[in-house]
């Protein structure tokens, strides 16, 4: 590009122009046709902001607290995979931008840096994502490992028992490195003649028989972290999250990459917040893409909100330094935004700040 990105769609530009085609498609890339994948975008334009105005607001708090973490503000970074295929030092650079941005970092289990090199790369608080393997051994070490190197909770991610179809991969063939995590556990190095070798290593290892009443007691069994679970889309399914004990849900449909034709997060987050009745902290991930964006999930309810795809594209463009340019431009414009909407802190930001599609065909009736 001929100038310096100023907002973070800018960035996924320059990230496909850096980035090997398997690769940029692999971040990019959602299920099926797609359909979701626009629609986690496009449903935020279907919410209209309604400003507040002569309210004093010289003076803006974005701070936020998660599970009693205090963090600059309700911007937190998603776990996504193999941040070394977008930059050589990858979920190590990601980390610091994490902790110069003061927020928190949620690690994915495919990581391509190890808990302790992540862990020991910076001071800043971490959460760690978690599958369940068929191997519960390995899926304990891992957790464990996390417990002992400071991750302060575990999200486990439970809307993958199998692979989404992800047609981009399947064409490229892609190849899915050597996760360091698991070094002398289990490899990722499968035989496949067709598609990528990353379905493959999924149908391999992950455990499709996971059930509501047997894998969070047995979390509870093996590790005293708090358990969130990611990827509730149902008042159904919030409502038993709750009834096991989790201490909190993420809001997710997998940034539209499992099933396609599911609805965008934003369309059902008011939904499982009704289910929930506040009893546990939702967040929200899928499609932030601006500071109105952050506005309009935090108006709809949710405590922070996840980034995605825009950290990767960040990192991909340079290093920590993208990273902590993404973070700084989705805070700024949602300080801007809770400026022009007579929001001089997230407690001020309401339901009666937007209005959504729902609201608007009220309103005419």
């Known amino acids: 590009m001929a100038s310096e990105p100023v907002n973070v769609n800018e960035f996924q530009e320059l990230a496909k122009q850096v980035l090997p085609k398997m690769y940029y498609d692999f971040y990019t890339g959602g299920a099926e046709d797609q359909f979701t994948l626009k629609e986690n975008v496009e449903a935020f334009r279907r919410i209209t902001l309604r400003p507040r105005v002569l309210v004093d607001v010289s003076r803006i708090d974005m701070s936020t607290t998660v599970l009693g973490y205090k963090i600059s503000a309700p911007i937190m970074i998603a776990p996504t995979s193999m941040h070394q295929l977008a930059h050589p030092e990858g979920e190590v650079a990601t980390a610091r931008a994490a902790a110069a941005s003061n927020t928190i970092m949620i690690l994915s289990y495919s990581s391509t840096c190890t808990v302790e090199e992540v862990a020991s790369s910076c001071n800043a608080v971490r959460f760690f994502q978690l599958y369940v393997f068929k191997r519960r051994d390995i899926s304990a070490q891992i957790v464990q490992r996390a417990e002992k190197n400071g991750y302060k909770a575990i999200v486990l991610t439970v809307d993958a028992p199998r692979l989404g179809r992800r047609e981009a991969d399947i064409k490229n063939k892609m190849i899915s ?23 493959a290593f999924v149908r391999a290892v992950y455990d499709d028989s996971l059930c509501w009443e047997d894998v969070i007691g047995w979390l509870k069994s093996i590790t005293n972290l708090p358990i969130l679970v990611k990827g509730i889309l149902t008042h159904e399914d919030a409502r038993k999250a709750v009834e096991v004990g989790v201490a909190g849900i993420v809001v997710s449909n997998h940034g539209a990459r499992q099933l396609d034709y599911t609805p965008a997060t934003i369309s059902v987050l008011e939904e499982v917040l009704q289910a929930v009745g506040g009893k546990v902290p939702v967040l929200f991930d899928g499609g932030i893409r601006r500071g109105t964006d952050v506005f309009k999930a935090l108006a709809l309810g949710a405590q922070a909100v996840l980034v995605g795809r825009p950290v990767i594209y960040g990192l991909a463009a340079n290093g920590e330094d993208g990273v902590r340019k993404v973070m700084k431009m989705l805070k700024d414009e949602l300080e801007l935004t809770m400026a022009l909407s007579g929001c001089p802190s997230v407690k001020d930001i309401t339901r009666s700040h937007v209005r959504t599609e729902c609201g608007r065909l009220r309103s005419q009736l």
């Not at 490195?177 to 379905?199: A, H, M, R, V, Y």
């Open 177 to 199: 490195p050597q996760l360091k995590n698991f070094e002398g556990l289990i490899s990722t190095e499968l035989d496949c003649d067709e598609g990528s070798n990353l379905e």
